[in-house]
């Protein structure tokens, strides 16, 4: 479904649509075009053969040895020669007697040659002659037998007339009433050429709409090459590589201005996102200092014990909020380093597992004094990467995870590995999270009114901290949740670290 909403796709469907409707408008209208020429070359020929054919037989040859007779008025004496006079041809033969209707003999002498140019065996012409006198009907050999005489046209006819069924085309011409002359010509022949060249025609424009969708593939996909460049440069930049800029090509099409204008917006991007960080390493560095210097002038009172219990409470309220200010801070200038682009140096191979086991080893005591059970399940899972900010987030996952569970609940967490990768889970049977605020959870800051409060002294960073790692791990981390049931997070980590 996927590859049918591509445009890439889409632009070859249409490109190769209009290509074969185009093939075939030419190709049923040449063909269209060549059975009309056939039928007007094949009407015209059967014309000149019935006229041929009625002009033998209105003007038969004269004999060899007789003249015709001349018009009246014309006689002239002949010349006195020296020459004896020629001798006398015998007299001519009466005609044979009439035949019944129905019989066949072939042409009398005087239209043989012009009965040879009507019928031609091997092309699929013939003719018919009937005659109404001697009540006889003159064929050609090869003449169809059931031939039906058509009806004779009113006198005097001009022109020959035409008739057509199945394959077959003829014309007739009547010579006095009664007698008629018809030649046909069987297309049998001609209508297997016409359709061997038409599958001729179809293989050429199967062949020029193959090499047209290959060359149109390659248009395309040199057309759509800049567009791909984009996304490419976009979906880095959504990963965080905010120096990726777009290759520009051809500065002058639309495209190239396109990627002009997106780099331009990346770079104004990338600056203020640099103006943010900044700021906020800065902040926090500027803090960081005072914190510093209240929190021991804080511990310092309290380590006196001359004051007053009053003033006790006091210096012991500064000390928590300096130490949750401290720990702001640090997270904040944690989130910076991320933000720039900073990733430890340190790319080591450990086992995952034995860092889960020490991270549950150290929040053991927190989840006792709520009476939390922790189950493991850890099996061996090699990876690579920096264990210790690794155990930022499995400890952020056991804290969250003791934290806004029940009293008396149940902490499991799992290690494994998978093609490619290890897994770790960490799931509470605490109240769980609305569907609502899932998609926000990762969000700096963002709390969940229900089991995220600021009682439990967090600084809504934890989670934050804990995607800005793993993403730089080249991992990813997922959230379910069931109110009433608790929470599950899945951390998902290649067997070998990759940066951003």
């Not at 003719?127 to 009806?151: G, K, M």
């Not at 149940?410 to 998609?439: E, F, M, N, W």
Request: proline share 9%; with cysteine; glycine share 8%.
């Amino acid at each position: 479904m996927k590859r049918i909403h591509s445009m890439r796709w889409r632009l070859q469907f249409w490109y190769g649509l209009l290509l074969a409707l185009v093939l075939l408008g030419f190709g049923l209208t040449a063909d269209r075009f060549q059975r009309e020429a056939l039928i007007r070359s094949t009407d015209a020929e059967l014309e000149r053969r019935v006229s041929a054919l009625a002009r033998s037989l209105r003007n038969p040859p004269v004999p060899l040895g007789k003249e015709r007779p001349r018009p009246p008025g014309l006689e002239h004496p002949p010349e006195e020669t020296d020459e004896p006079p020629p001798e006398m041809s015998p007299p001519e033969p009466p005609p044979p007697p009439p035949r019944p209707a129905g019989s066949h003999r072939p042409l009398r002498l005087p239209i043989q040659e012009e009965a040879g140019y009507a019928t031609d065996p091997q092309g699929g012409w013939y003719y018919v002659i009937w005659l109404h006198r001697s009540a006889e009907i003159i064929r050609s050999a090869n003449a169809p037998a059931p031939l039906t005489r058509p009806p004779d046209p009113p006198l005097p006819a001009r022109a020959p007339s035409r008739r057509a069924y199945g394959g077959v085309r003829e014309a007739y011409l009547p010579l006095i009433p009664g007698d008629l002359i018809l030649v046909g010509h069987t297309m049998t022949n001609d209508l297997a050429n016409l359709r061997h060249g038409a599958w001729l025609l179809t293989g050429a424009a199967l062949c020029i709409l193959g090499l047209s969708l290959m060359g149109g593939r390659w248009l395309v996909d040199r057309s759509l090459a800049p567009i791909a460049a984009i996304g490419e440069a976009a979906a880095r930049i959504a990963g965080g590589d905010l120096s990726r800029r777009i290759s520009v090509g051809e500065t002058d099409s639309e495209l190239g201005q396109l990627a002009e204008i997106l780099n331009a917006t990346f770079a104004r991007l990338e600056n203020s996102f640099a103006l943010q960080a900044r700021f906020t390493a800065d902040a926090a560095h500027e803090l960081r200092t005072p914190v510093t210097v209240l929190l021991t002038h804080t511990q310092n009172a309290l380590a006196v014990r001359c004051a007053a219990e009053g003033h006790l409470e006091a210096f012991a309220a500064c000390q928590r909020a300096a130490e949750r200010m401290r720990a702001l801070i640090d997270s904040l200038l944690r989130l910076s380093r991320l933000d720039s682009g900073e990733t430890a140096t340190q790319r080591v191979s450990f086992d995952l597992a034995h860092r889960v086991r020490e991270g549950v080893e150290l929040v053991r005591p927190l989840a006792t004094d709520r009476g939390i059970e922790i189950r493991c399940e850890l099996n061996p899972a090699p990876c690579s990467g920096d264990p210790e900010a690794l155990d930022q987030v499995i400890t952020n996952l056991l804290t969250n995870a003791i934290h806004h569970n029940r009293e008396g609940g149940t902490v499991r967490v799992a290690v494994g590995s998978k093609p490619g990768g290890v897994v770790l889970s960490v799931t509470d049977t605490g109240p769980g999270i609305a569907p609502q605020h899932l998609p926000r959870i990762f969000e700096r800051f963002y709390r969940v009114d229900a089991s995220r409060s600021r009682a439990s002294g967090g600084t809504g960073l934890g989670l934050a901290i804990a995607r800005a790692i793993v993403d730089a791990h080249g991992g990813t981390i997922e959230v379910e949740s069931e109110v009433g049931r608790g929470t599950c997070f899945m951390v998902n980590l290649p067997s070998t670290s990759r940066e951003r």
